[in-house]
Each structure stands twice: as structure tokens, then as C-alpha cells.
């Protein structure tokens, strides 16, 4: 009985450390100025997956349940993967983070695939999902209006003279 008990505590711990070290590190994108250089070891559940977005070869966006935006850098370049048929995540534990999975790519036409590890997985404000679009070019930038002018009194001018 003390074995079994030992073993059930042994499991509860080693998942538990996985979930941990899946955490988030803190880091914020600064103002969502340079997304693509920030790292970092967010985790999500593969079966939450709604929805994904090529950016380029090496970077997307993916769509989990709860309206959760992820993006995700490779740790090179993924050929054809703006024009494959189908993409999946490949982990063995069923989370989705920068250590442990990896980006099955396929093309639809047999049995061929090629995969990609994640180099970071980075859950996203809509702010900083505007501005990843928009830095690869997936959206045009907002016009910002001008303020209007204001009229502004100021002291009469003398003339000396």
C-alpha cells in the first residue's frame, strides 16, 4: 500500500513540475514594438486548437478555446508551410509548449511530412496580434488621425519702432 501511494505521489509531482515549467516566464512584449524577439514558454492544451494563421515560414498565430491567441516561432524555417494542406502539433504530453513539440507539416499528397520544434509559444493580447499582422504584413497599420487644431491665444505683438 506505502508503493502505491508513493507512485500515485511520484505522478502527481511530475505532471505537476510539466505544468510548471510550462508557466508563463512574466515577460510582456514592450508595447508589442518587437514581438518576434521576445521568447518565451507559455503552454496550451493541442485539443483547445480552433483556429491557426501562417505569418511566414517560421512564424504563426494560433487560436485556442476561450478566445486564447498564441504566437508561435519555429526554430527554423518550415518550407512550404505557407502553402500545406494541413499542419499539426506533435507533443507527448498533449501541451503545446517551446520544449517538448514540435510542427508536423504535410502536403496532402501522401504519406510525407516534415516537423519543426518550437522555438517559443507566446499567449498574446489582441494589441500585440494587431501589430505581429500587421508587421507581416497580414494588416494594413491603422491611419492615426492627426488632433485638430486648436486655436490658441497668445499676447498681441508690439511693433517698436
Known sequence: MNLKYKCKQSLI???SSIVLGCASSGDSY???GDPVES???DCFLQSSIRNYQVL?????IVTGSGR????????SRAVGLRSSWTIGFRSRTGLICSTGSSLVITDGFGPQ???VRLRSVRQITP????????RFGKKEPEEQQAPAEQEVEGAEVEELG
Open 127 to 134: 494589441e500585440e496580434l494587431d501589430a505581429l499582422l500587421v
Open 113 to 115: 511530412e516534415s516537423s
Open 30 to 32: 514592450e508595447s508589442a
Open 56 to 60: 511566414d515560414d517560421s512564424n504563426l
Open 13 to 15: 509531482v511530475f505532471f
Open 39 to 41: 521568447r518565451s514558454n
Open 68 to 75: 486564447r491567441t498564441y504566437h508561435i516561432e519555429l526554430s
